[in-house]
């Protein structure tokens, strides 16, 4: 049976089982995501960047959502960058999924799910994305949800000890 999926605005309570995904999955995301302090990786620094998070929700800035598969939070998926004036109303979307949980189709879900998120209660007209040239199940997620390829961004991001190109990704929202 395949679990459901669901997202929601991140909590303080979250800050442990976040922590415990991140630390477990530290090598796997290596490819992915820059280093990150050893902090990140315990409760009490998940605790403190979930709270950075919701400053940065009360200011408009961010939604944090979690993802949770049968109520248990399997990873995140965040809209950053929120611009909300009338002439640009866009945000970039980022997301994880903990290895115990990849290959079930949640990323997939969650991303739809916070697209929605993005039309209806953020009032957004364009959603953006970027990925990891090599990182073609990111892609792949991005694509059966919408988005499409538009640029390439060379040196964007130091990942795994060099710098690394981004792939951009664009998707417009709503019927505006």
Request: proline share 6%.
């Amino acid at each position: 049976m395949r679990s459901s999926t669901r997202i929601r605005l991140i909590e303080p309570m979250d800050a442990a089982p976040i922590a415990a995904h991140r630390l477990r999955d530290v090598e796997a995301f290596r490819p992915w995501e820059p280093v990150q302090p050893d902090d990140f990786f315990t409760a009490d620094g998940q605790a403190e960047r979930i709270d950075r998070l919701l400053a940065g929700y009360r200011a408009g800035t961010v939604w944090p959502g979690v993802v949770l598969a049968d109520d248990q939070v399997i990873g995140q998926v965040t809209v950053g960058g929120i611009l909300p004036q009338p002439h640009l109303r866009r945000g970039s979307v980022g997301y994880w999924i903990a290895s115990v949980a990849q290959n079930q189709g949640h990323a997939g879900r969650a991303v739809g799910l916070v697209l929605q998120v993005m039309t209806d209660e953020l009032g957004l007209h364009r959603a953006e994305a970027s990925t990891n040239l090599e990182n073609l199940p990111s892609q792949r997620v991005l694509r059966r949800n919408g988005f499409s390829p538009y640029g390439v961004a060379h040196s964007a991001i130091f990942l795994d000890g060099r710098w690394r190109d981004g792939l951009l990704w664009e998707r417009l929202l709503g019927s505006y």
